[in-house]
């Protein structure tokens, strides 16, 4: 099926279109977020992510700033003109993030969250509903149907990786759910490799091998100094590392899908 363009401010993410999301795991400090902001603007990345509120699997872990960080995230782009990113975990702060994130996010963990996925859908924001992590692809299609029919078609999937039996990475990145994806609907699909493989080793391999699976854009964990974040630091790239994997992506895409982007634009 033909996969939609999801339009943002003066920026789109589809055929064609393909976009880097960066940023930390969970926003530390309005001057930590101002500083990777600038580095990715350097660097043509113009999508920032960043966490506020963290559904932790212990009680005990650092579960975010809150609303004060959405705040941060919201002066930080106003200043840069970057996208912002940041995951939405509750249904009564909806309308609260709609007003101050471009692009609301919804975790593994509340993919089943039926009424959030509807709030979801009264608002125009593009929504990225990741797979839940023992969700089947025919489960998350119909879980991003709910915000559709709730009236909100501006819904991007993100494969993050799913539980399997394998231990030696975090989550087990389904690549072949892009290829699937693209076949049975017209949702944009992007990747996340961090919190798939959950280990910075593997994030560059997994990043270009989604590239060429078709992905219309990925999303990486990414900090100034990786090992200082409060979550998620083990899987967590350096600018430098973000560099290294960005940079042959438009090579990769271009060597791949000259046929395709010459369909898309014929
Ligand atoms: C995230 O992207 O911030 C996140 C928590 O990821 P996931 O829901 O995939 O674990
Ligand atoms: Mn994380």
Redesign the pocket.
């Known amino acids: 099926m033909e996969t939609n363009t999801i339009e943002i401010s003066n920026k789109l993410i589809g055929p064609g279109h393909f976009q880097v999301i960066a940023g930390p795991?969970t926003i530390d400090s309005k001057e930590s977020l101002t500083e990777i902001g600038s580095h990715l603007q350097t660097m043509g990345v113009s999508f920032l992510r960043g966490?506020a509120y963290k559904l932790r699997t212990s009680s005990h872990s650092f579960r975010g700033l809150g609303d004060i960080a959405v705040k941060h995230m919201k002066s930080v782009c106003d200043a840069t003109g970057m996208i912002s990113v940041s995951?939405c975990i509750d249904v009564n702060r909806v309308d609260f993030m709609a007003e101050h994130i471009n692009i609301l996010?919804v975790?593994?963990?509340s993919m089943y969250n039926v009424p959030l996925l509807e709030k979801l859908g009264s608002i125009s924001n593009p929504v990225i509903l990741?797979r839940g992590m023992c969700a089947t692809i025919d489960e998350w299609l119909q879980a991003a149907q709910y915000i559709v029919e709730a009236g909100n078609p501006n819904v991007i999937l993100c494969e993050?990786g799913i539980r399997t039996f394998e231990t030696a990475t975090r989550n087990t990145l389904d690549l072949s759910a892009i290829p699937v994806i693209k076949e049975v609907s017209s949702f944009p699909v992007i990747v996340?490799p961090s919190?798939s493989t959950g280990d910075r080793r593997y994030v560059k391999a997994m990043t270009w091998a989604a590239v060429a699976a078709g992905a219309d854009g990925i999303m990486l964990e990414t900090h100034i100094r990786p090992d200082d974040s409060l979550c998620d630091a083990k899987q967590t790239i350096s600018i430098h590392d973000l560099e290294e994997i960005v940079y042959p992506i438009s090579r990769i895409r271009e060597l791949l899908f000259k046929e395709i982007q010459l369909e898309i634009f014929r």
Do not use: F, S, Y
């Open positions: 795991c966490g995951e996010l975790g593994t963990r990741k993050r996340d919190h």
